[in-house]
């Protein structure tokens, strides 16, 4: 388990203002930013995003501009595949094929340095790496997280862990295995991507939709790379 390797600095914490003065801030998952023919998205899960079934709209979530900044970035138009109502579950595998939401990354709230490779993931092909690399989970689990209530900012620690892959069924909800993962909640690595690391050199694989809530299993389901990268695709042709 490694804290922000400098070439992983693409993942950033979710904060949303829950409007209750007692408990003002929670961290709603994990989002990305990526680079896709030459423009900046955000991708996530839908379900770290959709709360308007708590009142809350996108102008009430904060996602830092880069690691532990006061600026946010600016959420533009976006594309989603959620067709249905309802929370996504693991073995719904109609719902979380559609767990995905991508918008357009209109800029920071303030002027900031423009992002550095590393701050974001390019993606440049959706060729998936050799079965037997390693793979790894970013994200920023809930119970490992700092919110600073005064200032509406969300200090949080991110990590990347390593673990493998097991391709389960023919749907294309893989799990992803890890020691990491034991005696914990894997809430938080919500909208984590999956990524194959090699000589600095990262690669998509998938993206993390969520955990099962149990402390004693090792694993989280994510969306394999070749229903995600068609969901890509369509989302960039539809938002650039």
């Given at each position: 388990?490694?804290?922000?390797?400098?070439?992983?600095?693409?993942?950033?914490?979710?904060?949303?203002?829950?409007?209750?003065?007692?408990?003002?801030?929670?961290?709603?998952?994990?989002?990305?930013?990526?680079?896709?023919?030459?423009?900046?998205?955000?991708?996530?899960?839908?379900?770290?995003?959709?709360?308007?079934?708590?009142?809350?709209?996108?102008?009430?979530?904060?996602?830092?501009?880069?690691?532990?900044?006061?600026?946010?970035?600016?959420?533009?138009a976006?594309?989603?595949?959620?067709?249905?109502?309802?929370?996504?579950?693991?073995?719904?595998?109609?719902?979380?094929?559609?767990?995905?939401?991508?918008?357009?990354?209109?800029?920071?709230?303030?002027?900031?340095?423009?992002?550095?490779?590393?701050?974001?993931?390019?993606?440049?092909?959706?060729?998936?790496?050799?079965?037997?690399?390693?793979?790894?989970?970013?994200?920023?689990?809930?119970?490992?997280?700092?919110?600073?209530?005064?200032?509406?900012?969300?200090?949080?620690?991110?990590?990347?862990?390593?673990?493998?892959?097991?391709?389960?069924?023919?749907?294309?909800i893989?799990?992803f295995?890890?020691?990491?993962?034991?005696?914990?909640?894997?809430?938080?690595y919500?909208?984590?991507?999956i990524?194959?690391?090699?000589?600095?050199?990262?690669?998509?694989?998938?993206?993390?939709?969520?955990?099962?809530?149990?402390?004693?299993?090792?694993?989280?389901?994510?969306?394999?790379?070749?229903?995600?990268?068609?969901?890509?695709?369509?989302?960039?042709?539809?938002?650039?």
């Amino acid at each position: 388990m490694t804290h922000h390797p400098e070439h992983y600095r693409f993942y950033r914490p979710i904060l949303w203002d829950n409007g209750d003065p007692e408990w003002k801030y929670s961290n709603g998952g994990t989002a990305n930013l990526i680079r896709l023919g030459g423009q900046f998205f955000i991708l996530t899960a839908k379900h770290c995003l959709d709360k308007a079934k708590d009142g809350r709209t996108l102008g009430d979530c904060r996602i830092p501009w880069r690691i532990q900044s006061d600026a946010y970035c600016i959420i533009g138009a976006g594309a989603g595949f959620n067709l249905r109502e309802g929370y996504p579950q693991p073995g719904d595998c109609d719902l979380l094929h559609c767990d995905v939401q991508i918008h357009r990354l209109e800029g920071p709230s303030r002027p900031e340095p423009s992002l550095e490779p590393g701050e974001f993931l390019d993606i440049i092909s959706f060729d998936p790496s050799p079965a037997n690399l390693i793979r790894n989970l970013s994200g920023f689990p809930a119970y490992d997280q700092i919110i600073d209530y005064e200032n509406a900012e969300i200090r949080g620690n991110g990590w990347t862990i390593q673990g493998r892959v097991e391709a389960t069924s023919e749907d294309k909800i893989h799990k992803f295995h890890s020691d990491s993962l034991k005696g914990v909640d894997a809430n938080g690595y919500s909208g984590g991507l999956i990524t194959c690391d090699v000589f600095g050199n990262v690669s998509l694989e998938g993206m993390c939709l969520q955990g099962s809530g149990v402390k004693e299993i090792d694993f989280i389901h994510f969306l394999g790379l070749e229903v995600l990268a068609d969901q890509l695709v369509k989302a960039y042709q539809r938002l650039a």
